[in-house]
T-cell receptor, first 117, second 111 residues
Framework: GAVVSQHPSWVICKSGTSVKIECRSL??????MFWYRQFPKQSLMLMAT?????????EQGVEKDKFLINHASLTLSTLTVTSAHPEDSSFYIC?????????????FGNGTRLTVT | GENVEQHPSTLSVQEGDSAVIKCTYS??????FPWYKQELGKRPQLIID?????GEKKDQRIAVTLNKTAKHFSLHITETQPEDSAVYFC??????????FGTGTSLTVIP
């Protein structure tokens, strides 16, 4: 149980275009989902906390107008990288815990490798 | 906020030996401490976790110990195998808060 699906697993786009990444909790509801960014050989950096039905909470230094987050339902959050640039190339991973189980572990999606050319 | 430090950043062991990774945390209110294993290009996978009401937990070759007073917890892998090679992350969380991750340990098990 507690499966998180993330799509696409990899994407290559041209500079200036936008890319949408989907994160779905398949067998549980998630009021809150988390979006991380990971550079090679580095730790997971929390970008934002996605809240169903309300605005996302962004970490310091993360541009909310560049990384648009929408959490339209209890099982789906999307991250859109707008006007992508080569420096946005990275591994993006979403995660979630079941609603009402505050001390549950994080369940991660399989990640999206974004390459901006 | 919470500050999680993890050591060592890299670790090489011979197959069959034990590996120990240590983490410290700063927030005394943190009460949940998971460990994740991440293979190259894949998602982090939970391998073991411990809550603040216990001092040790074991699952076959993997164990975690927690010292609440000193605010540190450790991952122990015994009888290491090549497939244990990966990056391991510790994390800490206080109730209702986000997870704070350590910087990761790249473990290499040499056959």
């Amino acid at each position: 149980g507690a499966v998180v699906s993330q799509h696409p697993s990899w994407v290559i786009c041209k500079s200036g275009t936008s890319v949408k990444i989907e994160c779905r909790s398949l067998d549980f509801q998630a009021t809150t989902m988390f979006w991380y960014r990971q550079f090679p050989k580095q730790s997971l950096m929390l970008m934002a906390t996605s809240n169903e039905g309300s605005k996302a909470t962004y970490e310091q230094g993360v541009e909310k107008d560049k990384f648009l987050i929408n959490h339209a339902s209890l099982t789906l959050s999307t991250l859109t990288v707008t006007s992508a640039h080569p420096e946005d190339s990275s591994f993006y991973i979403c995660s979630a815990t079941p609603t009402g189980r505050a001390n549950s572990p994080l369940h991660f999606g399989n990640g999206t490798r974004l390459t901006v050319t | 906020g919470e500050n999680v430090e993890q050591h060592p950043s890299t670790l090489s062991v011979q197959e069959g030996d034990s590996a120990v990774i240590k983490c410290t945390y700063s927030d005394s209110a943190s009460n949940y401490f998971p460990w994740y294993k991440q293979e190259l290009g894949k998602r982090p996978q939970l391998i073991i976790d411990i809550r603040s009401n216990v001092g040790e937990k074991k699952d076959q070759r993997i164990a975690v110990t927690l010292n609440k007073t000193a605010k540190h917890f450790s991952l122990h892998i015994t009888e290491t195998q090549p497939e244990d090679s990966a990056v391991y992350f510790c994390a800490a969380r206080r109730p209702g808060s986000q997870f704070y991750f350590g910087t990761g340990t790249s473990l290499t098990v040499i056959p």
